[in-house]
């Protein structure tokens, strides 16, 4: 009898460890995740609460999600509560990579740009579910913008024909383009020049610039790709994305003869003293003083008033797309407006059309401002400033900057979460430095716009070939493109420059580039 009750114990205490152990794993065994009636529509959405686990990247600033005020608002209006694991930075992809290595992984996961390479890898093991027949039963916001935008849909279509993943879509200008340049209009005036319409009447306007006061910096950068990102556009390809696509074909750009003669302008600024003479010496710190100082004529941002005073902020002016000698076509870089990978369900999740309902309604209107940053709770977070409801300004906390109360409430301050940032939204900010950015875009750039490269989607090999291939082609252009700027080498050392890089594999990469092209084009 006592050998009895001893092997009793033993497996009573053995039971109870695993217990134990499987409580601290990300499970789905208990009744939180009971499958239930959905709501079509309308809230809540389930009438019996149900819990959904999942894991969402956390930046620094931010509180604990579980704490913000959207998320517990968010679980009154729905009945469902989600149960949160939010690791930061780094330590998100590794968690990531772990969860789904071991099989322990959540029923979704929040927030994360899960790339595209691993949306297909997972999706086609069967981890990530396929969301095209739940978009389109439980869905109906983010149907419409389906409806509204087809290469949305071209963009999160994997090869195999389905979406496992939802992204974040933006719809707002001003955060289409991200940095722009901007010109002193009123150094402009005081030369008696017009704004420029080509190189050439910007080439004469810096060098009225500098005749001006000879402390003034003409052009100030911090290595060239912010000016290439604004200028690059006037020599017939777009400067934020080193591939261009051209009539369905993809091209290296620093390997066309355009980026060349883009050069050459850039090192006859520099050998003029109307390109800083620091610019691939100092360091983004370094050229804000320059610009809190009033020294610079032309520089990359997103407003001016983050590189010159406020006040003198006033007096810059985005500069327009501009030709050349080369190209008479106006652009301007723009991006597609899809964050990819920002939800995804797991083949864990016991309720998915309720997962789809409770993340469909931050693609609405009313949910796209219930979750970003430029919203939150009405008469907690934002306000009205008239009584037409043209215009809306933010409440502050006092003792709060923006960016820490938005930290605190909202998951969106800091992380691409899945929802729509919606322009006619954003318009309407009582926001006078805002205002004017979103004037100065819509007036100057938004007719422009053009994607230099599309959302494409590589398989795991493709992509660490590219990104093996990319790491030594985008360091030796890198090391190149200030070389032939300062003169230290010579532009008739161009046909070298070329051959190394076909040395360095660049066919391949435009080659490995063009296939996931055309099956994008093909979706």
């Known amino acids: 009898?006592?050998?009895?009750?001893?092997?009793?114990?033993?497996?009573?205490?053995?039971?109870?460890?695993?217990?134990?152990?499987?409580?601290?794993?990300?499970?789905?065994?208990?009744?939180?995740?009971?499958?239930?009636?959905?709501?079509?529509?309308?809230?809540?959405?389930?009438?019996?609460?149900?819990?959904?686990?999942?894991?969402?990247?956390?930046?620094?600033?931010?509180?604990?999600?579980?704490?913000?005020?959207?998320?517990?608002?968010?679980?009154?209006?729905?009945?469902?509560?989600?149960?949160?694991?939010?690791?930061?930075?780094?330590?998100?992809?590794?968690?990531?990579?772990?969860?789904?290595?071991?099989?322990?992984?959540?029923?979704?996961?929040?927030?994360?740009?899960?790339?595209?390479?691993?949306?297909?890898?997972?999706?086609?093991?069967?981890?990530?579910?396929?969301?095209?027949?739940?978009?389109?039963?439980?869905?109906?916001?983010?149907?419409?913008?389906?409806?509204?935008?087809?290469?949305?849909?071209?963009?999160?279509?994997?090869?195999?024909?389905?979406?496992?993943?939802?992204?974040?879509?933006?719809?707002?200008?001003?955060?289409?383009?991200?940095?722009?340049?901007?010109?002193?209009?009123?150094?402009?005036?005081?030369a008696g020049l017009d704004m420029p319409k080509t190189v050439e009447d910007l080439y004469q306007i810096l060098k009225a610039f500098h005749e001006k006061d000879s402390e003034i910096i003409p052009v100030g950068s911090s290595g060239l790709d912010d000016i290439k990102y604004g200028l690059m556009g006037a020599f017939g390809y777009l400067g934020n994305n080193n591939l261009n696509v051209i009539n369905d074909e993809v091209v290296f750009v620093p390997a066309m003869d355009n980026y060349k003669e883009f050069l050459k302008f850039m090192h006859k600024l520099y050998s003029e003293g109307l390109l800083d003479q620091e610019t691939f010496t100092q360091d983004a710190q370094q050229l804000n003083a320059k610009g809190q100082n009033m020294r610079l004529g032309l520089f990359m941002d997103a407003g001016a008033f983050l590189k010159v005073p406020e006040e003198e902020s006033w007096d810059y002016v985005a500069l327009p797309p501009l030709t050349s000698s080369i190209n008479d076509k106006l652009m301007w870089p723009s991006t597609s407006g899809v964050v990819q990978g920002t939800f995804a369900l797991t083949d864990k999740i016991q309720n998915p059309e309720a997962a789809m309902r409770w993340v469909d309604y931050f693609y609405s209107e009313e949910g796209s401002v219930f979750i970003g940053t430029t919203g939150g709770i009405e008469g907690e977070d934002w306000e009205w400033t008239d009584e037409t409801k043209t215009s809306w300004k933010q409440i502050i906390p006092e003792g709060k900057s923006m960016a820490e109360a938005n930290a605190e409430r909202t998951p969106a301050a800091g992380t691409f979460v899945p929802h729509y940032m919606s322009k006619e939204w954003v318009h309407k900010e009582d926001s006078p430095l805002n205002n004017n950015i979103d004037k100065e875009v819509v007036e100057k750039y938004e007719e422009h716009f053009t994607i230099s490269f599309p959302d494409v989607y590589l398989t795991t090999e493709q992509r660490n070939e590219v990104s093996a291939l990319q790491s030594d082609i985008e360091k030796y252009v890198g090391q190149m493109q200030a070389s032939f700027v300062v003169g230290d080498v010579s532009f008739d050392e161009w046909p070298e420059y070329i051959d190394t890089l076909k040395q360095m594999n660049v066919d391949r990469l435009v080659e490995i580039n063009q296939k996931a092209y055309d099956t994008w084009r093909e979706n």
């Open 1 to 190: 009898m006592k050998k009895w009750y001893v092997l009793f114990s033993v497996l009573f205490v053995i039971a109870t460890l695993i217990g134990c152990t499987d409580s601290n794993k990300m499970g789905n065994d208990t009744d939180n995740n009971k499958q239930v009636t959905i709501n079509e529509t309308g809230f809540p959405i389930v009438d019996e609460k149900i819990t959904i686990e999942m894991v969402g990247q956390k930046n620094p600033i931010q509180a604990e999600w579980k704490d913000m005020s959207i998320i517990q608002e968010y679980e009154e209006m729905t009945n469902i509560h989600i149960e949160w694991e939010t690791p930061s930075g780094d330590g998100y992809t590794e968690r990531f990579n772990l969860l789904l290595a071991s099989g322990d992984y959540p029923d979704a996961f929040f927030g994360g740009a899960i790339s595209t390479a691993d949306q297909m890898k997972y999706g086609s093991e069967g981890i990530f579910l396929p969301l095209e027949d739940l978009i389109e039963e439980y869905a109906p916001n983010f149907s419409k913008l389906l409806e509204e935008n087809p290469d949305l849909r071209r963009n999160i279509t994997t090869p195999d024909g389905h979406i496992y993943a939802l992204p974040t879509v933006i719809d707002v200008p001003r955060d289409l383009t991200g940095p722009k340049l901007w010109i002193n209009k009123k150094w402009i005036d005081e």
